[in-house]
């Protein structure tokens, strides 16, 4: 499968082994299909909502999370008091301000919290990473182009014409690294491929994309050395990190079971 630089972010991993190759050609396709990535800090920094936008929130007080509807800014969007908003909580219907920087919240979508846990759902990895770039640069609108967006591709193009913040450029492998986590845990095709590879193997991610990945070709990232790749491979790194984690987790469990 060809990558351009636009491809929905993917990751394969060079090793000579056969069986190894093949979990390669699988993890891409996993990374690359259109799966649900939940549990995504949109919010640092400034927060900008709009009328009607579903969050869960808490107060210093609350063990459950409350669902509520944005009415309208508490503040101007350029002074001191611009994280203020006033919302009304969609179950006492109860109004209020809050300083929504200072507060675990979150977006949410779906009318359905599974135990309480900050939902917003995405239909791939890549919309998640873009949907937050878009947030946390200012940019709703684009934000909200990126939410509705068909494929992962679109997504990204979209995400393309954003103005990256500072905060942004210092965050973005921080997201990324949450949302491959989200998605391994969310996965259970991801975490057998990734759990089934050896300690040795090398990721790598075939996008012409310096940072991310391998700045070459699937063909020329399998046929080239590690060392030779053109890109910084980010990607794979955090690819390889995670599974390395994972490995650790199921090795704590199995002996947390023996005792």
Same mark, same amino acid.
């Given at each position: 499968?060809?990558?351009?630089?636009?491809?929905?972010?993917?990751?394969?991993?060079?090793?000579?082994?056969?069986?190894?190759?093949?979990?390669?050609?699988?993890?891409?396709?996993?990374?690359?299909?259109?799966?649900?990535?939940?549990?995504?800090?949109?919010?640092?920094?400034?927060?900008?909502?709009?009328?009607?936008?579903?969050?869960?929130?808490?107060?210093?007080?609350?063990?459950?999370?409350?669902?509520?509807?944005?009415?309208?800014?508490?503040?101007?969007?350029?002074?001191?008091?611009?994280?203020?908003?006033?919302?009304?909580?969609?179950?006492?219907?109860?109004?209020?301000?809050?300083?929504?920087?200072?507060?675990?919240?979150?977006?949410?979508?779906?009318?359905?919290?599974?135990?309480?846990?900050?939902?917003?759902?995405?239909?791939?990895?890549?919309?998640?990473? /873009?949907?937050?770039?878009?947030?946390?640069?200012?940019?709703?609108?684009?934000?909200?182009?990126?939410?509705?967006?068909?494929?992962?591709?679109?997504?990204?193009?979209?995400?393309?014409?954003?103005?990256?913040?500072?905060?942004?450029?210092?965050?973005?492998?921080?997201?990324?690294? /949450?949302?491959?986590?989200?998605?391994?845990?969310?996965?259970?095709?991801?975490?057998?491929?990734?759990?089934?590879?050896?300690?040795?193997?090398?990721?790598?991610?075939?996008?012409?994309?310096?940072?991310?990945?391998?700045?070459?070709?699937?063909?020329?990232?399998?046929?080239?050395?590690?060392?030779?790749?053109?890109?910084?491979?980010?990607?794979?790194?955090?690819?390889?990190?995670?599974?390395?984690?994972?490995?650790?987790?199921?090795?704590?469990?199995?002996?947390?079971?023996?005792?």
């Amino acid at each position: 499968m060809k990558k351009t630089a636009e491809s929905e972010h993917c990751s394969v991993h060079k090793d000579t082994h056969p069986n190894e190759t093949e979990n390669g050609n699988k993890l891409s396709e996993i990374i690359a299909n259109k799966e649900i990535v939940r549990n995504v800090d949109n919010a640092s920094g400034n927060v900008h909502l709009k009328a009607n936008d579903k969050i869960i929130y808490k107060l210093d007080s609350d063990e459950q999370w409350r669902k509520a509807t944005v009415l309208t800014r508490a503040g101007k969007a350029t002074g001191n008091n611009r994280n203020w908003y006033n919302i009304q909580d969609d179950e006492s219907e109860e109004r209020k301000s809050v300083d929504l920087s200072r507060l675990p919240w979150k977006y949410t979508d779906s009318d359905v919290l599974d135990n309480q846990t900050p939902v917003h759902e995405l239909e791939s990895a890549e919309q998640a990473f /873009q949907t937050t770039k878009a947030l946390r640069s200012g940019d709703v609108v684009a934000a909200e182009r990126i939410r509705n967006s068909k494929t992962a591709l679109e997504a990204k193009r979209i995400g393309n014409l954003v103005q990256k913040s500072s905060q942004w450029k210092d965050t973005e492998r921080d997201v990324m690294e /949450q949302i491959i986590s989200a998605k391994i845990n969310q996965c259970e095709e991801m975490r057998d491929t990734l759990s089934s590879c050896k300690p040795s193997v090398i990721f790598g991610h075939p996008v012409y994309d310096m940072y991310w990945g391998t700045a070459l070709s699937y063909e020329e990232t399998v046929k080239t050395s590690p060392r030779a790749w053109p890109g910084k491979n980010i990607m794979g790194d955090i690819i390889a990190h995670a599974a390395e984690n994972l490995r650790k987790s199921i090795k704590k469990k199995k002996s947390s079971e023996k005792r």
